[in-house]
């Protein structure tokens, strides 16, 4: 069940272009990797809470990776230790867990939730990520990721490894692929093998009730990002 939660923060650092915040909250929870939480911003100009997938979960302490893009996570970039953060969740569906082989695709900050999913998945993981230069990613940060499985990175300046954009360099000798990252991103991946995307979009509820997160599939049916999300089957959406 999603709860607030009041999160000390015990860590909230650059990490190469993104930002890694690390709450403490004073219990062990159930997170399935691709879920996410609202944080809420203590601003009076900023209404709605801020959705975040979990990073990585150890005991009673949650992470969250950001990439500063306006207000809300401006703000949340200059929050210090010490500062508790109002936290709701864990929220929506997540991805599936099996055995095999995978690879899992995050484009800029869409590589937040595939940590913790590559440290929950049984078998063989590869990593492919992608950004515009190598600057985006902090070394320690892309450590962590080669830790879990193997790890192949794509600039689209040439900067850090292959040169181009990750969906040039998929392939397809998998059991099942997961992918976070802009849209034009996931609507490139083109493959018959089972994929899951993780999908955004503008979140207010978080909790399935006001339907403002709507998207409409292929079939045209609409489908709630927060609830029957964020993860969806990449066939069902393209
Ligand atoms: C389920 C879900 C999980 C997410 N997980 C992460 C994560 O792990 N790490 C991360 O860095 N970001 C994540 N996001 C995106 C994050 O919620 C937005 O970056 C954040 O809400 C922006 O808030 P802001 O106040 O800083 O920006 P705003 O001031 O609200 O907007 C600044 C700019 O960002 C755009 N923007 C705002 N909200 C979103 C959004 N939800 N999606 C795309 N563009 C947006 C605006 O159109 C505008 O151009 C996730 C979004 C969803 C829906
Ligand atoms: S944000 Fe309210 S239904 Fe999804």
């Known amino acids: ?87 709701f969740g864990p929220l929506g569906n997540g991805f599936s867990i099996s055995q095999g082989r995978f690879l899992l695709i995050g484009g800029g900050s869409g590589m937040a939730p595939l940590y913790y999913l590559g440290k929950r998945l049984r078998g063989d993981v590869k990593f492919l990520l992608g950004a515009q230069t190598g600057n985006f990613w902090g070394k320690e940060l892309l450590s962590r990721y080669a830790s879990i499985g193997d790890i192949e990175v794509v600039t689209e300046d040439g900067s850090l490894g292959k040169k181009g954009l990750v969906t040039e360099y998929i392939d397809t000798n998998y059991d099942r692929v997961y992918a976070c990252g802009p849209i034009e991103m ?53």
């Open 1 to 87: 069940m999603p709860k607030i939660y009041n999160g000390e923060i015990i860590e909230n650092i650059p990490v190469g272009e993104l930002f890694l915040v690390t709450v403490s909250i004073g219990e062990s929870i159930s997170i399935e990797p691709g879920q996410f939480f609202l944080i809420r911003i203590d601003r009076e100009d900023v209404i709605l809470r801020r959705a975040f997938s979990i990073f990585d979960v150890d005991e009673d302490r949650l992470s969250f990776l950001y990439r500063v893009v306006g207000r809300g996570t401006k703000w949340l970039s200059e929050r210090r230790i010490g500062y508790s953060l109002n936290i």
């Open 186 to 238: 996931l609507k490139n991946i083109r493959i018959d093998i089972p994929t899951e995307i993780s999908l955004e979009s503008k979140i207010a509820c978080g909790f399935g009730a006001c339907r403002g997160c709507v998207i409409e599939n292929k079939y045209g049916e609409y489908k709630r990002v927060c609830k029957d999300g964020p993860v969806f089957n990449l066939k069902e959406i393209f």
